[in-house]
């Protein structure tokens, strides 16, 4: 049938579970991440090959100003000192656990401490699949999780950059010019901007 998900016998009864759900929210997602993180970080590409070794990887949960709950993760090196921090703004078909894995190892395997986040609607935190009702607030959104990470003791006398990729091009610069003092630059790859 045209629009249903039918069910596959040879799947387990955990696998047929996930398969089946509504992807359009947050707990499917989460979960289909879960029951896949080992064999998406195992994928055989470049980006998934840098090591691990000598990087503090973070992965949490919070609760935001508008009473959502984002995902965000950081990469921190362990045995070298902190260059400067990188803020990360994906793109709107990406996560920032997925494209982003092996740049973000990269970079603090050479000593930039980097951040990023889920957007609402997007990876693992809340609001509908895709949806951006506001993009003014996403942008906010992003503003109020980098702002806690500058705020940091550890990270307040680092060069601060924003890197954003397709549509986090476009976060990252409205980002910029909210806050023109708040970064020492942006870094943008494939931006979703119109040049005037």
Known sequence: MIGEIEELEEM??????????NMDEAPARRLVREAFKDIQLAIDH????????????????????????????????????LKAIVCFCHGYADTCTFYFEGVAR???????????IDYP????????????????????DVIEHFSKIKEQVEYQHLPRFLLGESMGGAVALKIHFKQ???WDGAALIAPLCKTF
């Open 12 to 21: 387990s009864e955990e696998l047929q579970s996930i398969y089946l759900s």
């Open 46 to 81: 470049c980006l998934f090959k840098f090591p691990t070794d000598g990087v503090k990887m973070e992965e949490v949960y919070e609760v935001n100003s508008r009473g959502l709950k984002v995902f965000s993760k950081s990469w921190i090196p362990e045995k070298s000192p």
């Open 106 to 116: 990269k970079l603090a395997s050479s000593g930039f401490g980097v951040f990023a």
């Open 121 to 140: 609607g997007f990876g693992l935190s809340d609001g509908l699949h895709g949806y951006i009702p506001s993009f003014e607030n996403l942008v906010n």
């Open 180 to 182: 023109l003092n708040g």
